[in-house]
């Protein structure tokens, strides 16, 4: 079945380092979505990416689909504290077919 | 209600009782998944329901664990013969295909189950 990888698991950076966390999938996916975690919290999401090669951002957050609709990315430029919690990639290989996440990247900063 | 809402919030029972999780979506979603987290981990995908088709039970990790969805909507999962291992968050998830689009999935606040 379709499996979802996504490193690293655990990052800790100073605050105003930048972070990235790569999501990579067995299939070829028909989107990608990524959510955010609080600790304490329940996953929220952030995006969804659909077409090839996409970029999108959000303010500090970027989120990149890999041409070949595989892999994909999330990286956040000057890390601030109230990035901190986990960083999750789901996709989806077919219309109707469930959404499978990644295991999640843990993010912490240091202020 | 304006989201997914899941309760009890908090269930503390004893190994070998039987416990039952409800899960209320987004009214007029068609997905809805079950989903479990242990402390500091990832989401565990349990099942899935998909409007009208069967039900992806993939995930289930034994035969103790089924869920229900009643009339396309409000779900339960139950528990039989609790285990200490069973402790874990129970996340539900809903979202709509509407129109063809793949849409976010809305999260509720989880049922945070602890077996003595």
């Known amino acids: 079945g379709q499996q979802v990888m996504q490193i690293p698991q655990y990052q800790h950076v100073q605050e105003g380092e930048d972070f990235t966390t790569y999501c990579n999938s067995s299939?070829?996916?028909?989107?990608i979505q990524w959510y955010k975690q609080r600790p304490g919290g329940h996953p929220v999401f952030l995006i969804q990416?659909?077409?090839?090669?996409e970029v999108k951002k959000q303010k500090r957050l970027t989120f990149q689909f890999g041409e070949a609709k595989k892999n994909s990315s999330l990286h956040i430029t000057a890390t601030q504290t109230t990035d901190v919690g986990t960083y999750f990639c789901?996709?989806?290989?077919?219309?109707?077919?469930?959404?499978?996440f990644g295991a999640g990247t843990i993010l912490r900063v240091k202020s | 209600g304006a989201g997914v809402s899941q309760s009890p919030s908090n269930k503390v029972t004893e190994k070998g009782k039987d416990v039952e999780l409800r899960c209320d979506p987004i009214?007029?979603?068609?997905?809805l998944y079950w989903y479990r987290q242990s402390l500091g981990q990832g989401l565990e995908f349990l099942i899935y329901?998909?409007?009208?088709?069967?039900?992806?039970k993939s995930g289930l990790p034994s035969d103790r664990f089924s869920a229900e969805r009643t009339g396309g909507s409000v779900s339960t999962l139950t528990i039989q013969r609790t285990q200490q291992e069973d402790s874990a968050v129970y996340l539900c998830?809903?979202?709509?295909?509407?129109?063809?689009?793949?849409?976010?999935?809305?999260f509720g606040p989880g049922t945070r189950l602890t077996v003595l």
């Open positions: 009214s007029g979603h068609t997905a």
């Open positions: 990416l659909v077409k090839s090669g």
């Open positions: 998830a809903s979202s709509s295909p509407g129109g063809g689009l793949y849409n976010e999935q809305f």
């Open positions: 789901a996709g989806r290989d077919g219309y109707g077919n469930k959404l499978v």
């Open positions: 329901f998909q409007g009208n088709s069967a039900p992806d």
């Open positions: 299939t070829t996916l028909s989107n």
